[in-house]
Nanobody
Framework: QVQLVESGGGSVQAGGSLRLSCTAS?????MAWFRQAPGKEREGVAA????????RYTDSVKGRFTISRDNAKNTMYLQMNSLKPEDAAMYHC???????????????????WGQGTQVTVSS
């Protein structure tokens, strides 16, 4: 089991930026960011895999968010720019060696999760 710890959340105005971090207790091939707003289902935001850093994004964040990882530190990042009020949510990271590439943004495919970090965006 992988332990995951997120950090970097906070409160910003629309148009602002935040950088989230997720540090894992060990290297895991695939890592991903998910978010869940009150009353909504958890949704996949971005995923990164492998040491070469393949990535995938949900359409609503393309061009604004960038996912990356530092394998030496077992840490994944999510740089969030041009934040919108609809980006506000609890952001969780997840990790798995088993999920297929076609399912990297499906939350039901992950077993190991962090506790989350809150992102608030005011208009």
């Amino acid at each position: 089991q992988v332990q995951l710890v997120e950090s970097g959340g906070g409160s910003v105005q629309a148009g602002g930026s935040l950088r989230l971090s997720c540090t894992a207790s060990m290297y895991t091939y695939k890592m991903a960011w998910f978010r869940q707003a009150p009353g909504k289902e958890r949704e996949g935001v971005a995923a990164v895999w492998g040491r070469g850093g393949g990535t995938r994004y949900t359409d609503s964040v393309k061009g604004r968010f960038t996912i990356s990882r530092d394998n030496a530190k077992n840490t994944m990042y999510l740089q969030m720019n041009s934040l919108k009020p609809e980006d506000a949510a609890m952001y969780h990271c997840a990790a798995s060696d088993a999920v297929s590439l076609s399912d990297v943004l499906r939350p039901d495919r992950y077993k190991d999760w962090g506790q989350g970090t809150q992102v608030t965006v005011s208009s």
